[in-house]
């Protein structure tokens, strides 16, 4: 989201005379930040590229491999808040917006903050873009973190209320957590006739069911593909069940690959591999499933269906419940009820209308709640305080 929120409120902030500044770290290679005009690129530098990949092996020379490396990183450590420092002092910066991966997340983003902090800016945001699942042990190891977090941040942010009180249940952080739901932009950089051209065997005269997600097993291809084998012993009939996604867990993916034959599946079920920009073709499909079982922190790929015009059927996991309504854009299940995801597909199978219809509900709830300007309209609504 960091791109959509800088474009949105340097289009909104800019004219009330306010300068909006975007920056990253010296090598960060994200395509999309090369498209921010006068993007800054501080001299800061990660352990990964200073010391390489992070450390494997037993428990025992994990930590001892740990223990050396950041005990090497620690001058890079310094050199990097010097150089942010010195560059939040140079600019007068009197706000900044961190966006971390996600609690505890990136060394370079926790850096910023410490810099902003000795630097004395004003306002100081970590926005969490999700979140781990953490007992006890793993509390109390985080605990001096939190402590850091609470002290040096003024504000925190994160993006869904499921997040918020994930973060504030298993952590030691004293400050309370704004919610502000991600803006989605519209992306319509490929053609129908591209996107049928990247999907060969795209059958425009049946129904077409698309699921997004690289196969891991808390994505849910599995389940997602129970449900198709469901749906097939009930008769339903002229639907093709569209995946999208790479293969990260091979096992996992042998397991989908398993229950494809067992049950009869291939003539039912397309899988396409090295799609870029997936979100961009929902719209070739009739609906969108999301079956993930664990860390979704929002739901984006729900949203994104959203802006689409099209109907979600998904579990009720993480922060989705808040970004599909059950019954008016889709229908949201008990994660892992594989029945009930395999009757909200048979209903807008079997409903054309109710789909089209919970579709254009879903097109309105975007442009109500999702948009990038309302996403940087809240943020500037925090920082303005």
Excluded at 40 to 48: G, N, T
Excluded at 80 to 107: F, P, W
Excluded at 178 to 185: A, K, L, M, Q
Excluded at 329 to 340: M, S
């Amino acid at each position: 989201m960091f791109y959509e929120l800088y474009v949105a409120m340097e289009r909104m902030l800019t004219p009330q005379g306010h300068q909006v500044l975007a920056a990253v770290n010296e090598n960060n290679e994200v395509a999309i930040y090369k498209e921010i005009p006068g993007l800054i690129r501080l001299p800061m530098y990660s352990a990964e590229e200073q010391l390489g990949e992070y450390p494997t092996g037993n428990m025992f020379s994990k930590s001892m491999k740990i223990l050396m490396r950041n005990r090497s990183y620690g001058d890079t450590i310094a050199s990097n808040i010097q150089a942010a420092c010195a560059y939040l002092r140079k600019e007068q910066v009197d706000c900044v917006l961190i966006h971390n991966g996600g609690y505890v997340g990136d060394d370079l983003c926790n850096q910023l903050l410490t810099a902003a902090y000795r630097a004395g800016v004003k306002k100081r945001y970590m926005v969490f873009h999700n979140d781990f699942e953490k007992n006890t042990l793993q509390k109390l190891r985080y605990a001096g973190y939190d402590k850091r977090i609470s002290k040096e941040a003024t504000g925190l942010i994160t993006v869904s209320n499921y997040t918020r009180n994930r973060i504030l249940a298993s952590s030691y952080i004293t400050r309370d957590i704004r919610v502000i739901y991600n803006g989605i932009s519209e992306s319509n950089s490929l053609s129908r006739e591209e996107k049928l051209s990247n999907l060969p065997g795209f059958d425009a005269s049946k129904k077409n069911v698309l699921m997004i997600g690289n196969f891991m097993e808390y994505k849910g291809n599995l389940n997602f593909l129970k449900a198709v084998a469901k749906l097939v012993k009930d008769g339903v009939e002229d639907t093709i069940f569209t995946m999208i996604g790479n293969v990260y867990e091979q096992e996992y993916f042998h397991q989908c690959q398993k229950l494809i034959s067992q049950e009869g599946l291939t003539p039912y079920v397309k899988i396409y591999h090295n799609i870029l920009n997936a979100s961009e073709y929902v719209d070739l499909f009739d609906f969108l499933v999301t079956p993930s079982q664990m860390d979704e922190s929002f739901g984006l790929i729900s949203a994104e269906a959203m802006t689409k015009g099209r109907a979600v059927v998904a579990f009720a996991c993480g922060g989705i419940p808040e970004v599909v309504t059950n019954g008016r854009d889709g229908f949201v299940v008990t994660p892992g009820d594989i029945d009930g995801l395999a009757d909200g597909m048979k209903v807008l199978l079997e409903d054309p209308e109710k789909c089209k219809k919970m579709g254009a509900n879903g097109r309105a709830d975007y442009l109500a709640r999702f948009t990038p300007e309302i996403m940087a309209d809240q943020y500037i609504d925090e920082i303005m305080q």
